[in-house]
């Protein structure tokens, strides 16, 4: 279907049309979703082995996020003036590259370079945080939610399926005589390289530039096709909450492999622990998706951040019980999905048409920045005070978007929320 598509499409067309973004997208997740949970599970282990040093292990993760932070506003950019097929394709692209050079660097030892690798791969977790905010370009009011979480849900089966492809992926990998621990990236070259195919040949039309073009030819601004209204206090609480979310989830499961490793669990057991908490990221997002479209957008928020805090509380009571701490991590998971489910939904529909894709891009580079200073910091605060310690410290964070919530209610127009 090309992408030039007129404005005077009856519900019927764009509801078809809308219901193939969501597909395509939600399939780009399942390819992302590989290279995401790979990355995850030997990062940390990849920056130990060559750095020599465990107290850089976090660096992984936080040179992803950060990397995720660095292209997020150009992919924004890039999204609004050519939209969104050609944005994720070039995120999708540099995180190609990103993983040439990590397997580079870890044949020749090179920690800088290794670092720059993760990096560059961070640009596919952008890419893949761009697609959440695609799959509402074309929502309602009443499938906001929905149509979000459907396309964050598909990332569990690449999350999950990542890190569980570290064994085949060793046999893989020896077999095609790459360096050690490398031979799972070959399965996230695959899925990059069909992630970009798919993007570039059946993300058609795009739908942000079929959104643009719906705004320009109803300029009335039927709220039930496309919402218009700007509620700025509505969208900077979206950001602090998505954000503060995301920063709780990264500084504690980052440094929960290294935890659980000084504990005498296995590789295997933090592998385990870390896909459940992956599932618990995206599994239930369909449902956050349906309480945000039903109840509202900040009630879900709370949902999550009373999630958030069960998480913390018991990782601080039960740390050294193995079955414990993958209990808090699942329960991580499930506050990031409802705060990041509802934040994002907020965030879109308290966005003027002009705005919506230049704050979405902020709040992506806000939540990658608070992420990877979170990364970096629980190394410190873990080394200091205890994986314990570190989860109260982080409780601070939730708390504080609890109580910045009726300040977001008072922007609020009353059918938002």
Do not use: K
Not at 345 to 361: F, K, V
């Amino acid at each position: 279907m090309p992408d030039a598509v007129s404005g005077d499409l009856d519900d019927l067309t764009l509801a078809r049309i809308r219901r193939r973004t969501v597909g395509v997208l939600a399939l780009g997740q399942v390819l992302g979703g590989v290279a995401f949970g790979a990355t995850i599970s030997l990062g940390a282990v990849l920056a130990a082995d060559i750095s020599g040093d465990e107290a850089f292990s976090g660096l992984a993760t936080a040179f992803v996020t950060l990397g995720t932070a660095a292209v997020a506003v150009p992919l924004a950019t890039q999204a609004r003036r050519r939209g969104r097929r050609i944005a994720l394709a070039i995120g999708m692209l540099i995180a190609l590259l990103g993983v040439g050079v990590v397997i580079v660097a870890v044949g020749i030892r090179l920690f800088p370079l290794l670092l720059a690798g993760f990096a560059l791969i961070g640009a596919g977790q952008a890419a893949n945080l761009q697609s959440r905010f695609a799959a509402v370009d074309l929502a309602t009011t009443a499938s906001r939610g929905r149509d979000l979480s459907l396309v964050v849900w598909a990332t569990t089966i690449g999350a999950v399926l990542g890190p569980n492809l570290v064994g085949p992926g060793e046999v893989l990998g020896a077999a095609l005589r790459m360096p050690p621990l490398t031979g799972p990236y070959v399965f996230t070259v695959v899925a990059q390289i069909l992630g970009i195919l798919l993007y570039m040949l059946a993300l058609r039309p795009d739908p942000l530039l079929l959104a643009a073009r719906i705004a320009r030819a109803d300029a009335t601004g039927d709220a039930g096709r496309i919402a218009r209204a700007d509620r700025p206090r509505g969208a900077r609480y979206a950001i602090f909450a998505i954000a503060g979310a995301h920063g709780v989830m990264v500084a504690v499961m980052a440094m929960t492999p290294v935890h659980l490793l000084h504990q005498g669990a296995n590789l295997q057991v933090i592998g385990l622990t870390i896909s459940l908490h992956i599932a618990g990221m995206y599994a239930l997002a369909p449902v956050f998706g349906i309480l945000a479209d039903r109840f509202g957008r900040i009630a879900t928020i709370m949902i999550g951040q009373a999630l958030l805090t069960a998480s913390l509380l018991l990782a601080a009571a039960g740390q050294h019980s193995t079955v414990t701490v993958t209990i808090a991590l699942v329960l991580l998971g499930l506050g990031w999905s409802a705060s990041t489910v509802a934040g994002s939904a907020l965030l879109t529909e308290s966005s003027a048409e002009d705005l919506r894709t230049r704050r979405q891009g902020r709040s992506d580079l806000t939540m990658s920045l608070v992420g990877g200073i979170g990364a970096i910091g629980a190394g410190f605060v873990l080394g200091a005070i205890g994986y314990g310690g570190l989860a109260l410290v982080a409780l601070v964070i939730v708390i504080a978007v609890m109580v910045l919530a009726p300040y977001a209610r008072a922007g609020q127009a009353p059918a938002a929320e």
